[in-house]
């Protein structure tokens, strides 16, 4: 009897887990994707654990009761605040992008600091976090990556999802914002003695500006690795997923709770491909 094809919901408050969705495809053959973005209630940033965590467990029982045996949250913040509270309301497996991302990020760090020893400055190798507000509140990177023995700091960059969404991924404004961003997180490191040497993109729609924020870094005279949570979360999932089901393209099917044409226009610049049809979704207030 052929095996029944793995079916993976990808969930993200909006378009920015498409760059989960984007790294998923090519290392998941033959699986289907179901990816439901929360575009009418976005930014999740922003907002308390209380809601963030309704929010997400809806999408999450819109993903289980639409056929998916896997759920990937690739909302850095949603998998902060809610991870636990969507555990505990859906019967399928769930991954997070932030234990992969602190797993990359721990990973980087040994390469470029092999035996966390302080340096001539004294200052402890660390990873800096990028992330938005609600995520850095939480602390849940800092947790994961303590848990894995190492040190993080944590920066929001509440300024950097409306750049991205508003297209200016190369633009004079973009590269000031992530100046003032970075050399703040930097001097605020090295005043507790910490000094990055690997940089988290924390936030799904960081991906995106990797390029800028590895330039910015050098221009600071950091030369931290950027490593991609997204990309991490990825690889994870893929591991799970059946050998003999891995034949044929992975194909993918997309629900919106906005705009349609608004994320198939927006969503394809994170997917990098076209989306040929995004379908409506109404979950309530
Ligand atoms: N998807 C969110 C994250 O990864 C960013 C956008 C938002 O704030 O909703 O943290």
New binding site residues.
Partial sequence: MPMPQPTIGVF???F??LTVLRALLPLAPGTHFLYLGDTAR????AKSQTTISRYAVESSRFLEDHGCDHLVIA???ATALALPDIRDHVGIAVTGVIEPGARAAAEALARVSPGDHAGESGAVPAILVL??AA?VQSHAYRDTCAALGLRAYEKACPLL?PLVEEGWTDHPVLRDVLRIYLREALEEMRAVGLRAEAVLLG???YPLIADAIRQALRELGSDAEVVDSAAATARTVAATLPVAATTGPATFACYATDSVEKFARLGSVFLQRNIPEVHLLDLGG
């Fill in positions: 993200d408050s909006g920015g887990g976005l930014p999740y940033g909302c850095n913040t992330a938005t995520t999802v936030c799904t729609h």
